[in-house]
């Protein structure tokens, strides 16, 4: 099946510090890409939709400016969290669509570890 | 406001028993439901899809129906191992074709 990377797998932080999560789609072309954030023992929420040359669609509530999303390629998308604080602290996945597939499903990385100190 | 919940207390069954998981929806018309299987510090994984003109849908020990007008997806699997435990999840895809949702998922724990 598709494969989703993410980089990096965990990464620590300090507080005011900008992190940057790469999504890349290793085997098809993925024109969209999501980013979402999971809480322990809670849901997925979608956070952004990545579209491939244009900008990024952001859900109710979620600061663009704060949360950068560029998508530069047809394999890849990156999650910037600026000026990082500890309630940024969460587990982050992103996933792709492969609109080749007869599904047209959404492959899932491997998701990252986010802790701000 | 759209809303998908799953039980969000842990199933606990015996090995070789069917597992059943539930997923209702409220305010939604979802063109398809799909499950997914997510294990601890890991991503979601695929496992079916079934479309709303669809009842239900097979994929090897897994069973999915899927029930507009009571507005619920039930996940079945049958013969469960203790390597299916897990917590499952499902997602509609809205009717802005290009979201999906999620329910908080079900934790499973197949005892052997």
């Known amino acids: 099946g598709a494969v989703v990377s993410q980089h990096p797998s965990r990464v620590i932080c300090k507080s005011g510090t900008s992190v940057k999560i790469e999504c890349r789609s290793l085997d098809f072309q993925a024109t969209t890409m999501f980013w979402y954030r999971q809480f322990p023992k809670q849901s997925l929420m979608l956070m952004a939709t990545s579209n491939e040359g244009s900008k990024a669609t952001y859900e109710q509530g979620v600061e663009k400016d704060k949360f950068l999303i560029n998508h530069a390629s047809l394999t890849l998308s990156t999650l910037t969290v600026t000026s990082a604080h500890p309630e940024d602290s969460s587990f982050y996945i992103c996933?792709?669509?492969?609109?080749?597939?007869?599904?047209?499903?959404?492959?899932f990385g491997p998701g990252t570890r986010l802790t701000v100190l | 406001s759209q809303k998908i919940e799953q039980n969000s207390e842990a199933l606990n069954i015996q090995e070789g028993k069917t597992a059943t998981l539930t997923c209702n929806y409220t305010?939604?018309?979802?063109?398809?439901l799909q499950w997914y299987r997510q294990d601890p510090g890991r991503g979601p994984v695929f496992l079916l899809l079934i479309r709303e003109n669809e009842k239900e849908k097979r994929k090897e020990r897994l069973k999915v129906t899927f029930d507009t007008t009571l507005k619920q997806s039930l996940f079945h699997i049958t013969a469960s191992q203790p390597a299916d435990s897990a917590t499952y999840l499902c997602?509609?895809?809205?009717?802005?074709?290009?979201?999906?949702?999620f329910g908080s998922g079900t934790k499973l724990n197949v005892k052997p």
């Open positions: 996933s792709a669509r492969d609109f080749g597939s007869s599904t047209d499903t959404q492959y």
């Open positions: 997602a509609l895809r809205g009717g802005n074709f290009n979201k999906f949702y």
């Open positions: 305010n939604y018309s979802p063109a398809y």
